[in-house]
């Protein structure tokens, strides 16, 4: 039997070690939604105004929408055995476009790595989703180190960035963050042309494939993902979670970015056969297949 295809049967066999790997656990903190309302009262003999304000339980929605939202993540009670700490803070009353929803992720050293403001509690999840698990992939090697204390640390890899308030409005980094969806497709597509540098490239279109509500500019940036073969430690991962996409385009786009990239592809494929069950595990082994085809090795 050919080498490739007994790698891959070796691993579609491997089911210990995906019990080994597990999720991030995240311990939501105390939130509160505050309220502020005003009235003024106006007659002949002048004006009588009231305010009033206070906060209310915001903890169970946001918990609820976490779960929903960001199923690759665990949400536990205990803060001791959390590895990130996610805080949310609702503030509304102040008519619908002032409505603010801040939050802060704090890692396991109690270190605030990332922040923001939105306009609904679900984006604030959203956001501080795709932080976490943009983090934890290089806090992985410490989670393992510590089941087997014999094992050498290996160095992590940076945490993807790219902000687009670091670019000209007119870039495509900036453009892929606008509310309009022609221009953010555009902008993806953009993006895997090759004369926008990798390292602000990839974090960009990373972002787009998990986040970007909208299946046209999912898909394209999926579709220029596979321009960089040089990044695939960073763009294969998140083309594998599109494979399970709910749109069909996007599970297409993020299949032939994936076998475009070729052997570059192949480690995190591994890993990711080890870590899925069913129709997913079945989806990544015909694509090492594939991979193994296209490189020569199994004719």
């Known amino acids: 039997m050919r080498p490739a295809l007994c790698l891959i049967l070796l691993l579609l066999t491997t089911v210990a070690d995906a019990q080994a790997r597990r999720k991030p656990r995240v311990f939501v903190s105390d939130s509160n939604s505050w309220e502020q309302s005003a009235s003024v009262l106006a007659n002949a003999q002048g004006a009588v105004g009231s305010s009033s304000g206070g906060a209310r339980p915001q903890t169970a929605e946001i918990i609820k929408t976490l779960s929903e939202r960001c199923p690759n993540v665990t949400v536990t009670l205990r803060q001791d055995r959390a590895d990130y ?22 890692n396991k050293d ?9 306009k609904t509690i679900g984006s604030s999840v959203k956001d501080a989703c795709a932080a976490i698990l943009g983090d ?18 290996t160095s992590s890899p940076e945490p993807l960035e790219s902000k687009a308030d670091n670019f000209p ?3 495509p980094v900036s453009q892929l963050q606008s509310p309009n969806e022609k221009d953010r497709y555009r902008a993806a ?14 974090p960009a279109l990373v972002s787009a494939v ?27 991962p998140a083309l594998i979670r599109a494979l399970s996409d709910e749109d069909r385009e996007v599970r297409r786009e993020a299949a032939r970015a994936i076998v ?4 570059s592809a192949i480690p995190a494929l591994e890993e990711a056969v080890k870590s899925s069950d069913g129709p997913a595990r079945r989806e990544v ?3 090492l297949s594939k991979i193994a085809q296209k490189d020569g090795k199994v004719q």
């Open 85 to 106: 700490v996610l805080l949310i803070e609702h503030e509304g009353g102040k008519g619908l476009l002032r409505r603010d929803n801040k939050f802060v992720v704090f």
């Open 110 to 118: 109690g270190d605030a790595f990332r922040s923001g403001s939105t």
């Open 136 to 153: 934890w992939p290089t806090k992985e090697p410490d989670a393992k180190a510590s089941e087997n204390p014999s094992r050498p640390l």
């Open 169 to 171: 409005a007119h870039h």
């Open 189 to 202: 597509k953009a993006l895997g042309s090759g004369r926008i540098p990798a390292e602000h490239a990839v």
């Open 210 to 236: 998990l986040n970007d509500d909208k299946w046209t500019v999912r898909a394209a940036a999926a579709a220029s993902l596979g321009s960089f073969p040089s990044r695939a430690q960073d763009g294969v």
């Open 260 to 263: 475009s990239i070729g052997p």
């Open 285 to 287: 082994a015909k694509l």
